[in-house]
C-alpha cells in the first residue's frame, strides 16, 4: 500500500462532496478553462492562491516560484505569462508576496544558502535599490516585511516591463497588474496600490 494513501482516500472524499454538491461540477470544468485571474505567488505552502480568495478550481491560473519572483530569464514563468495572457485571456495578473517569506528572509541574511543564492540575487538587488527605507525600519521583522512588500512592487513592474504585457496593452487587450500581500498571521491580504493597467 502507498505511503500516500491517505492523500488519495482524501482525494477521493474530496471528489466524492464536490459531486453531491454541485454534480455537473467537474464535467464543466473538463471543457474549457477560462479564469479571469492569474496569481504569481510565493510557493510556501500556506498561501493557497484559490482557497484565500475563496475562489473554486479553474477561476485562478496559477504560478508560483520561491518569493514571487518574475525574472526576465525565467522562461518557465514568461510562459506562464504568455498562456494566460494571449490564451486565456486573463484580465488581471496578480503578484501576491506574503509577510514573513523565508525566500526573502535568506536573501536579507548574510549566508550562503547554496544553489538557491542564485535566485535570492534577484531580491537582494530589490533590497540594494531600497536600502536607506528598509534600514530606517526598527526591527529585523519590520525590516522582513517592508523588503516583502518592496519585492511584491518590483515584481509587478517587471510583469508590466515583459514584452507580453506591454503587446497586450499596444493591442488594447484589458488587463491589469496589481501588487498584494497575504498576512498569514490574520489570514488578509492587502492591496499594496501599485495597480497598472496599461502603457
Known sequence: MSSLQ???????????????????????????????YLWIGCSDSRVPATQIVSLAPGEIFVHRNIANV?????????????YAVEVLKVKHIIVCGHYGCGGVKAALENQEHGLID???????????YHADEIEQCASDEEKLNRLCERNV????????STTIVQQAWRAGQTLSVHGWIYSIGDGLIKDLGVTASGL
Request: overall charge negative.
Open 6 to 36: 491517505h492523500l488519495l482516500d482524501n482525494n477521493r472524499q474530496w471528489a466524492q462532496s464536490v459531486s453531491r454538491e454541485e454534480p455537473d461540477f467537474f464535467n464543466q470544468l473538463s471543457r474549457q478553462q477560462s479564469p479571469e
Open 70 to 82: 518574475v525574472v526576465h530569464t525565467d522562461l518557465n514563468c514568461l510562459s506562464v505569462v504568455q
Open 118 to 128: 542564485n535566485w535570492l540575487r534577484h531580491i537582494r538587488d530589490v533590497q540594494r
Open 153 to 160: 512592487m518590483e515584481q509587478v513592474m517587471n510583469v508590466c
